[in-house]
């Protein structure tokens, strides 16, 4: 998926299959996770879509957590979210995972592993 800036400029944002549609809205997976690698709590992360009854889909975190952080952390990870994204970007829901995230040959993360865990 990718955008046009109002200067013709096309940017690509992220594979369509990365992306959260919550109620009409468009997140980009790799937005969300960029912004949570701001943050000292998180040591690794994952942004998936997870099912929701009336939203279709709703944003979820999957975070590893950096050494002497964890669930604590969760209001001030949030709290940063909140100061640099849009609200209906920010995830509904934080998942602490206690291991290394899931992922194939090449690196990437096995987010369809995470949807079937967290769903």
Not at 18 to 27: P, Q, Y
Not at 58 to 77: F, L, M, R, T
């Amino acid at each position: 998926a990718g955008l046009i800036d109002p200067d013709g400029f096309i940017y690509v944002v992220d594979r369509i299959k990365d992306m959260v549609l919550r109620g009409g809205e468009n997140v980009y997976c790799v937005e969300v996770e960029t912004v949570l690698f701001e943050a000292d709590a998180v040591k690794d992360c994952a942004v998936i879509g997870i099912p929701h009854d009336k939203l279709g889909e709703e944003v979820a975190a999957v975070i590893v957590a950096a050494d002497g952080h964890g669930p604590q952390s969760a209001e001030k990870v949030l709290e940063h979210l909140r100061s640099r994204l849009a609200g209906f970007k920010v995830p509904s829901k934080v998942f602490w995972h206690h291991e290394d995230l899931p992922r194939n040959a090449a690196g990437k993360v096995l987010k369809k592993d995470l949807r079937d865990l967290y769903s």
